[in-house]
Nanobody, 122 residues
């Protein structure tokens, strides 16, 4: 069973930065995807960014402005999401997720963390 635990959320003012972390248990295999998702108030959960075991990175259209960067420290089994120049519309619960296999275009992930809240004030 894959376990994921997010941390690093909080409250910041617009223009500020946060780095989310996701501690992951060992993945059951050499090929996997790790991703960040978010659920904004009143909206469905949406994908933000994915990093797979080949090093491929995928960003959702909503964050392709370069403000968000996904990365992973393999030695620490930790996934990160660096978020810069945050905007009030980035306010959401952010989730870490994992899916066996390399990126194939689907945002349908099997394993989920509990989430960490990010609140951006204007």
């Amino acid at each position: 069973q894959v376990q994921l635990a997010e941390s690093g959320g909080g409250s910041v003012q617009a223009g500020g930065s946060l780095r989310l972390s996701c501690a992951t248990s060992r993945m059951p295999g050499d090929w996997y995807c790790l991703g960040w998702f978010r659920r904004m108030p009143g909206k469905e959960r949406e994908g933000v960014a994915v990093l797979d075991s080949t090093g491929t990175t995928i960003y959702a259209d909503s964050v392709k402005d370069g403000r968000f960067i996904i990365s992973k420290d393999n030695a620490k089994n930790t996934l990160y999401l660096q978020m810069n120049n945050l905007k009030p519309e980035d306010t959401a619960m952010y989730y870490c997720a994992a899916e066996p296999g390399v990126w194939g275009g689907s945002w349908d992930f099997r394993y989920w963390g509990q989430g960490t809240q990010v609140t951006v004030s204007s």
